[in-house]
């Protein structure tokens, strides 16, 4: 309550961080620096050094940042990853270090190889594209989810468990029993389990249609409920503590989805059928289309997602965040034969691996992937990488994944070969592109007959609003208040998109040479800077402004 600006999620550090931020930006210190833990980077912590390296007046930036480094107690065995942050007054460049190799000597401290990187470190720790900047989109809305969380282990059943709770023998109760799989049984082995999901019902309904089921829970489940301090959680106690009711409806009625493990050391997807209700530790997309599964799986979007999602454990492995890796992902627009050819790429990459799973069940993805890896790298195989080699086809997976890398670049109509910062640089220009289109109305879904039903592709609507995102990027629409605003009074706020992306450009015309979005949006009626910001990129995705070190300039013809 004290640090209002300082969101509650935050680690506690960040309250510490904030403090010494504006101890620097007021001039009271010379420089800070922290050991942190390395959640500096993801998305909550984050924006405490986004107030503070984004801010119109006084900004710091960051002389000397190390993203993850290990951290090893050797006398109480603790191990920990850790990030490193020095702050220091105005917009200038600093150091960059990143682990590039670490070894563990006897006594289990950590040596490492570092490598250098000069220049502007952004809010993620990163020295180049700011993928920060990125935006949700409107086409990639209500698609995504985690799994569920059961908040109760005794809703895990094995299958013969299931059986003699009247599966196959009470009529209805197969839609209540699902197939059960987390982050691990993709990953690795799976158990086989089943979960009781009693979602949708009363506690009552459940025991009348379903007695075995409702004693099974009420036995193993309500107990540990009663002591839960969420009292929704203690009501609802046969029911999954966050069932997930926005993913169930991006998943209603398809036979398959896709899904990928939240955190792990390889990113992969992998279609899973509908009769699985997927875990917590599991990102699922109501995408069932093999086209949605391909750009996945590229190379494009895995380097974006690595990019953007940060890391977590001491296996420092990447983690896939919805709303940064999926949410902001502009996927290609483009015709139903690149399509083809990608939904044809990824229907065999999908049936690849399974196949070879099912002839060797002891054959993990991990595993697996651990060799696409060493071939990609040209890393020589030992004798249990052959073997898996053997088992999983890991040549013909790295081929399949590389002929989806070109396609899917094809698809973009962007040249082979990209260097990693030119591609997240594309993404970004074009994620900004779709932010301006969406804004003026042109909102290109990715399962439009569930996102917006009543919206006709290519109808009047959208006509519409291509026509006046056309006037604005031509410049024929008028602004609704023209002329400079007078000291002391406000513009009220237009309410069409086009003419708010036109008001601002005329209030950034009466400014000085270069203006904050906070200066800009100073000159409306409450309106918050960060949808003025949001206009101000427009305009620059429109080549009508130049985004500025420390602001925005319009540019004049």
């Not at 004693?215 to 309500?222: A, D, G, P, T």
Request: glycine residues 8%.
């Amino acid at each position: 309550k004290a640090w209002a600006e300082v969101p509650e999620s935050v680690d506690l550090v960040m309250f510490w961080w904030h403090k010494a931020a504006l101890l620097l930006r007021e001039g009271r210190i010379r420089a800070f620096g922290f050991i942190t833990t390395n959640s500096l980077t993801q998305k909550n912590c984050r924006r405490v050094l986004e107030y503070h390296l984004g801010a119109a007046a006084n900004p710091l930036s960051l002389a000397f940042a190390v993203p993850d480094h290990p951290w090893v107690d050797s006398s109480e065995g603790a191990a920990v990853r850790i990030a490193m942050t020095v702050g220091q007054r105005g917009r200038l460049p600093g150091r960059l270090l990143r682990v590039a190799g670490e070894t563990t000597d006897a006594d289990g401290a950590a040596r490492v190889d570092l490598t250098f990187f000069q220049g502007a470190i952004n809010p993620d720790l990163t020295v180049g594209v700011d993928l920060t900047t990125a935006l949700p989109l409107k086409a990639n809305a209500g698609l995504c989810s985690p799994g569920v969380k059961l908040h109760g282990a005794g809703f895990i059943v094995a299958p013969e468990e299931a059986r003699s709770l009247g599966l196959g023998r009470i009529t209805g109760l197969e839609r209540h029993l699902r197939h059960y799989r987390n982050g691990r049984d993709l990953a690795g082995k799976s158990r086989g389990v089943m979960v009781i999901d009693l979602f949708g019902l009363t506690a009552q309904e459940v025991r009348d249609r379903f007695p075995e089921g409702y004693q099974w829970v009420l036995e193993r489940v309500k107990p540990e409920r009663d002591l839960n301090n969420r009292a929704t959680y203690a009501q609802n106690w046969w029911i999954f503590g966050e069932p997930r009711k926005d993913l169930r409806p991006a998943l209603d009625g398809l036979t398959r989805f896709i899904a990928t493990v939240e955190t792990s050391k390889h990113r992969f997807f992998v279609f899973l059928g509908q009769e699985i209700l997927p875990d917590n530790m599991l990102v699922n997309f109501g995408l069932p289309d093999g086209f949605f599964l391909g750009v996945l799986s590229s190379l494009i979007h895995v380097t974006w997602s690595l990019a953007a999602g940060g890391r977590q454990g001491v296996g420092n492995d990447p983690r896939y965040t919805k709303s940064r890796c999926f949410d902001t992902f502009p996927f290609p627009d483009c015709d139903e034969a690149a399509r083809a050819s990608i939904r044809e790429l990824a229907e065999k990459l999908d049936a690849t691996r399974k196949q070879r799973q099912a002839l060797h069940p002891g054959l993990t993805l991990t595993d697996l992937y651990n060799v696409v890896e060493k071939l990609r790298t040209g890393e020589t195989l030992n004798a249990k990488d052959r073997s898996t080699n053997e088992q999983g086809l890991a040549e013909v997976v790295l081929q399949l994944h590389q002929e989806l890398d070109r396609a899917v670049l094809a698809a973009y109509g962007w040249p082979q070969d990209l260097p990693e910062q030119d591609v997240l640089g594309r993404l970004l220009a074009l994620n900004k592109q779709r932010r301006a289109e969406e804004q003026a109305g042109l909102v290109r879904w990715l399962r439009p007959e569930f996102q917006s039903p009543n919206e006709v592709p290519g109808g009047p609507a959208t006509a519409a609003t291509q026509g006046a995102l056309d006037l604005v990027q031509e410049g024929e629409l008028e602004a609704p208040t023209p002329g400079p605003v007078a000291r002391g009074s406000k513009q009220p706020w237009p309410e069409t998109v086009p003419q708010q992306i036109l008001a601002v450009r005329e209030r950034l015309a009466t400014l000085a040479a270069r203006a904050t979005a906070e200066q800009v949006a100073a000159g409306f009626k409450g309106r918050r800077s960060d949808r003025v910001f949001e206009l101000l990129e427009t305009l620059v995705v429109l080549g009508q402004a130049t985004r500025l070190t420390d602001g925005y300039q319009l540019v004049m013809e």
